[in-house]
């Protein structure tokens, strides 16, 4: 079965003030990823900050995020025979940027495992917004990426801002021009997830490798997978994001449990 691809895809454009961002000079890591601690959706924070700085989620805990989201998830399966459509929009600040790409690629990747699985549930992309400059998205972005993985037990972190709201998509996509770390954060009382990806500059040879698996593995959370500790798996964190660029596999691989889980959350078809 072919991959699904993205049909009503529109573009859109719109300029509104922001300040020039830092470049990156780092290559992408895909770091310890703490639960934000209380945060009932799992928060999913793939964060540079230092892991020992940040509050440990329990395995209690852990256990009652991971059951939620599954339970949110499972709330949100189709019924027998029909296919969950969930809607990404990307938004970027350049139609030419590289992430694009290899955001489409990263969804393909999902949608062609989702149908080798016979799950059902596939990835859609309605939406190209090209926004030079998006302050409300930016800023909404550095605030879960500075502050998601220390949210105090309960909190529901920042409110999420009117602009991301009304793009009305199930996943939202952001290219970030800040030097920020990919995260898939749910939003507050939805199945609906805030990914941000940050821009690598200068580029190296590898990259295009190492990024097309960051997002795929933030979509991955965004159809319900956590962390593993299985090195050279796309879904393993803490770890380094080199093992994408060190695999001879153009996609890190998922793991058995991996695929157990998004069974249990997304069914047969
Ligand atoms: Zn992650």
């Known amino acids: 079965m072919s991959c699904a691809a993205p049909t009503g895809r529109s573009s859109r454009s719109y300029d509104i003030s ?3 961002s830092r470049l990156l000079k780092n290559a992408l890591q895909c ?7 209380g945060r009932g959706e799992g928060g999913l924070l793939d964060s540079s ?16 995020c991971t059951l939620l989201v599954a339970v949110s998830l499972l709330a ?66 550095r605030l879960i990426s500075q502050r ?17 709201i009304d793009l009305g998509a199930d996943v939202v996509v ?13 939003l507050p009382g939805s199945t609906n997830y805030f990914v941000a990806i940050r821009a690598v500059e200068p ?8 990024l097309r698996n960051v997002i795929a593995h933030e979509l991955g959370h965004t159809l319900g997978l956590t962390h593993n500790r299985a ?23 998922l793991t058995a449990d991996d695929r157990a889980r998004l069974r249990a959350l997304h069914g047969a078809q």
Request: proline fraction near 10%.
């Open 31 to 37: 770091l310890p990823l703490p639960l934000a601690e």
């Open 18 to 20: 922001f300040g020039t």
């Open 174 to 186: 952001l290219l970030s021009r800040q030097p920020l770390m990919p995260f898939a954060w749910p």
């Open 49 to 64: 900050l230092k892991a020992g700085r940040l509050p440990i989620m329990t395995n209690a805990a852990r256990a009652i």
């Open 231 to 253: 090195t050279a798996t796309l879904m393993c964190g803490p770890c380094s994001s080199a093992a994408a660029e060190d695999n001879p596999l153009e996609w890190l691989p």
């Open 203 to 210: 580029r190296r040879p590898g990259d295009d490798k190492v």
């Open 76 to 141: 949100a399966a189709p019924a027998a025979g029909q296919v969950l459509e969930r809607e990404v929009v990307i938004v970027t600040p350049d139609a030419g940027d590289e992430r694009v790409t290899q955001t489409h690629d990263a969804v393909a990747f999902w949608n062609e495992t989702l149908s080798d699985l016979d799950l059902g549930v596939r990835l859609r992309e309605t939406d190209l917004v090209v926004a030079s400059e998006n302050r409300a998205l930016e800023n909404y972005a």
């Open 148 to 164: 998601g993985g220390r949210l105090p037990r309960g909190a529901a972190g920042p409110q999420p801002p009117r602009e991301l």
